[in-house]
Every structure is written in structure tokens, then in C-alpha cells.
């Protein structure tokens, strides 16, 4: 089956480039990808579901059988974990309100897995990979715990020259080893671990 059984929302064409190619690349697919309404600190949780309301409803209704929204957490001053069931329940509540879909159902389909902060933690999450041939990250460049720091900040220190998000990032990215970035980071963890256990039941 195909992955296009699952679907994931993520904040912009940066996520999207990225997160396509290095499915692409690993399994000759790619499940269903959107760009969510917009995200950031100012966006309160209330806003960005009901933003994304249409499309989780276009989904749900579409022969998806599981969806992965994949907001930042940005600078909220929340968990990863308490941010996603927050979103989840917000979601969930506007869903039942607009649509006749039911709780276990949606409560089943729908997954949150946030970025600690932004989707550039999860590219200096393997900084082993990111820079193993390649000269756009210093040699010298070596791993932390990222998770909770500016993502973008952080990449930007390891490179030899100035980080373009729309350039870079997918290049960067597909070079990550998801084993390496989920020892390296709890977020990635979680998003990469949730991918795995539906593309058991929904993919093979």
C-alpha cells in the first residue's frame, strides 16, 4: 500500500521540500504532504485549528486513514508533549462540533508531533550526518542536545557559510540518519516513532 495513507501538515515549503525528498529517497514515496495555516508564538492553539480545520476535514474525509500535523513549538512556554495534547483536544473538539466523525475515530487518525523548537532542531539533530562529505557544515562541528534551543540559530553556528532555509534545509535534511536524530532528540523521537507505528498498520 501506498504512503500516501497518511498525511502530514507541516508550517511551510521548507518542511515540505524537505520532509518529500528524504521520503523519496528512502522509500520511493511520499505520504500525502500540506502546508498548515501558519504558525508561530502568536498563534494562539484555538487559532491555528481552526486554520487548519478545512484541510484535516478534506483529509478526513479523502481515503487518508492517519494524519500527522507537525506544527513548531516555537518559543511557547509549554512542553512538546503538553503542546500536542492541548492542539490534539482542541482539534478534536472543533472536529466534533463541525462534522459527524467520532471521538475514538478522530482521537485514533489524528497525531501531533511538534519540533523542539522549529524543524531545524531536527536537522542538528545528526550533526554526524549532516556533515559527513559535505562542506557546507564545519568539520569540526560536533553533536548536542539541540532540542529547546533556536533550531536555526544553532545550524547556522555549525556552517561554513550563511544558512538559506530554502536552499539548505532539504539538502541538509535528507542526509539526517533517523536512528542518530531520535537518540539525539525526544521531538524527532516522538514524530519519527508515531511515522513508524502507522506505517505498520496503514502501509505494508
Not at 507541516?10 to 529517497?25: A, N
Not at 487518508?64 to 513549538?73: E, F, G, H, S, W
Not at 539548505?168 to 524527532?188: I, V, W
Request: neutral net charge; contains cysteine; aromatic residues 8%.
Amino acid at each position: 500500500m501506498s504512503l500516501k495513507n497518511i498525511a502530514l501538515i507541516v508550517d511551510g515549503p521548507t518542511e515540505e521540500g524537505s520532509l518529500r525528498l528524504k521520503f523519496q529517497m528512502k522509500y520511493c514515496d511520499c505520504p500525502n504532504l500540506r502546508i498548515g495555516p501558519g504558525n508561530g508564538i502568536t498563534y494562539t492553539t484555538e487559532g491555528y485549528a481552526k486554520g487548519v480545520l478545512p484541510t484535516l476535514i478534506y483529509l478526513l474525509n479523502s481515503s487518508v486513514r492517519a494524519i500527522i500535523l507537525i506544527p513548531d513549538l516555537e518559543k511557547r512556554k509549554v512542553t512538546p508533549a503538553d503542546f500536542a495534547n492541548n492542539l490534539k483536544k482542541t482539534i478534536v473538539d472543533f472536529l466534533l462540533a463541525e462534522t459527524s466523525f467520532l471521538k475514538p475515530h478522530l482521537e485514533e487518525t489524528i497525531h501531533i508531533c511538534p519540533p523542539d523548537i522549529m524543524f531545524e532542531n531536527w536537522i542538528v539533530s545528526d550533526v554526524e550526518g549532516i556533515k559527513d562529505g559535505n562542506s557546507l557544515i564545519h568539520a569540526g562541528a560536533v553533536q548536542k542536545d539541540f532540542d529547546g534551543k533556536n533550531g536555526t540559530s544553532e545550524l547556522q553556528k555549525l556552517m561554513t557559510t550563511k544558512y538559506k532555509k530554502t536552499v539548505h534545509a532539504k539538502l541538509l535534511y535528507k542526509k539526517t540518519d533517523d536512528e542518530r536524530s531520535a537518540n539525539n532528540s525526544s521531538s524527532f523521537k516522538s514524530f519519527i516513532d508515531s511515522f513508524h507505528q502507522l506505517y505498520t498498520k496503514h502501509c505494508l
